[in-house]
Structure formats: structure tokens, C-alpha cells
């Protein structure tokens, strides 16, 4: 990530510096009942797939007491307590189990960039781009998500996502 992180990062990662306030990102957060997961929903690519209830199970969650200051810790230990710097300079490991990697190319947080490179840690690294899905890939597109999990769980080929634009004309319409 450190090497992507270019001006296109930098202005998705906004949230992260945010975080570093205490207190004032889980006050805001926690505003409306249904925040968290109106959020979800809102920044997902098929918001159809966040049913009143799916929306309401993730705000619930991240209602909890501490939930929310959970939520902002991972990026105050990252940034603010150095856990980034301390990793890099103890050097990353290498993961070295077969790995698959779903990554939605319209994610809100991350670039596509950000995953240019993870070979270098993961040599056995299977990567499936799924266009126009979101960061929540697996509740934007189930089905093609769990075909990939099926087929490397399988030791099959993993299938890819594909876009193609397709033009229809309603019923009715005629030859306008």
C-alpha cells in the first residue's frame, strides 16, 4: 500500500487521519442508530443486496458498547501508534499458504493500485478483480464471489468477473 499511496489514495484514506481524533469519529459514527450501516449500504455497488434488516444487523453490531471505538482502533494503532512503521521495519512476512484475494475495482478505501505488488509477500497469491463491485465484494456479488471461494477451495480454476455493457430496449418501445 505504501508504494500506491499516490494522490488517488491519499484522497480515499481521508478517514484514516480522521480517525486519529479520539473520541470525535465514534460520536459521529454512532449519531443515528442505523449510521454504520446506512454507510454500508450506501457506499456498496448493489445496494438492493442491503435489505432493511442486513443494514440493521451491522448497525446493531457496531453499536455495541466499544464497537464503534473498535472500529477506529485498528487505524489509530496503524497510524498513530506506529504499527505500520513498526511492521515495516521489522520487515512483512511472507505468507506462504495459497491465498485468494476478491477485490472490488470501485472500492471507496482502496485503490486497485493497493494491491499491485502483494505477490511479493504472497508467492501463491490467486487475485480476481471483479469490476463496478465495491469494497464489500461478497455482499455485492454473492454468487460470483462464492463460485471463486468454491473453485479454489476445490483446487479448480478460479474464475473471473467480467463487465459488458449491454443496451436494451423495453417492451413496448418499439423502433424509436
Known sequence: MQAAMGWQQLKKSWYALFFQLPGLPEWMMGRRPDGIGEMIRTSAATP?????EVV???SENAG???GMRAMVNYYR??????GAKRQADMGFPDIRVPTLMCWGEDDMALTVE??????????????RYLPRMSHW???????EVNAMITAFLNNEPVPYM???PVLKIEEGQGDK
Open 137 to 143: 465484494v461478497n455482499q455485492d456479488a454473492p454468487d
Open 162 to 164: 467480467t463487465w459488458e
Open 48 to 52: 438492493a443486496n442491503y435489505p432493511p
Open 114 to 127: 493497493t494491491t499491485y505488488g502483494t505477490d511479493r509477500w504472497v508467492p501463491d497469491l490467486t487475485l
Open 77 to 82: 494503532a496503524l497510524i498513530g501508534k506506529g
Open 64 to 66: 455495541r458498547p466499544g
Open 56 to 58: 440493521r444487523v451491522f
